[in-house]
C-alpha cells in the first residue's frame, strides 16, 4: 500500500444539469480569481476598507482557484475533492459577506473587480448575484457529490471480492 491518496475518478454527476452549472461554476470563478490575482494590491485594499483584513483576500482566492478541480471534475482523491467542494462553500460565502459587509458600511470601494477604471460599487444586485451564486454552489455540490454512502461502498467492496 501506498503512502500517497490514491487519485479516483470524480462520481458520476446526478443530472446532466448539475454538470452543467459546475462548468458554468468553474467558468465564474477562473476569470473572477485571474481579474483579482491581476490587480491584487487593490484588491487586498477592498477588503482593508471593509476592516476584513487582508487574510480574507487571500484566503478568497485561494478557495475559489481551489473549487475549479471539484467543478471540473478533476481526477484527485477523495479527501481533496471533499477540500475542494469546501472551498466552493468558502468561496460562496465570502462573497456573500463581502457584499452584506459593503452594504452595511455603505463603502464606495469597489468590490469583485476592483479597477480604477471599472469599479463596481456595492449595491442590493450585487448582493442578490453573490447569493444566485452561493445557491448555484450548493446545487452543484448536490450533483456533484465527492463521497458516495458507506453502504455503496460496501456493496461495491462485496463485489470485487465476489468476482475474485
Do not use: Y
Not at 484588491?43 to 476598507?49: G, R, S
Request: overall charge positive.
Amino acid at each position: 500500500m501506498s503512502g500517497f491518496a490514491k487519485a479516483t475518478v470524480a462520481p458520476k454527476p446526478k443530472t446532466e444539469d448539475a454538470k452543467k452549472a459546475a462548468w458554468l461554476s468553474a467558468a465564474i470563478l477562473a476569470v473572477i480569481a485571474l481579474v483579482q490575482l491581476a490587480t491584487f494590491p487593490s484588491f487586498v485594499n477592498v477588503f482593508v476598507a471593509l476592516h476584513l483584513g487582508g487574510f480574507f483576500a487571500w484566503l478568497t482566492i485561494f478557495a475559489e482557484i481551489v473549487a475549479i478541480p471539484f467543478l471540473l471534475e478533476v481526477r484527485l482523491s477523495r479527501a481533496f475533492r471533499a477540500f475542494s467542494m469546501l472551498c466552493l462553500w468558502i468561496a460562496s460565502a465570502m462573497w456573500i459577506v463581502v457584499t452584506l459587509t459593503a452594504l452595511a458600511k455603505q463603502s464606495t470601494v469597489g468590490i469583485l473587480i476592483n479597477t480604477e477604471a471599472a469599479p463596481i460599487l456595492p449595491s442590493w444586485w450585487l448582493f442578490f448575484i453573490a447569493l444566485a451564486f452561493g445557491f448555484l454552489s450548493v446545487w452543484t455540490s448536490w450533483g456533484l457529490w465527492p463521497l458516495r454512502p458507506v453502504a455503496t461502498r460496501a456493496k461495491s467492496t462485496r463485489a470485487k471480492k465476489a468476482k475474485k
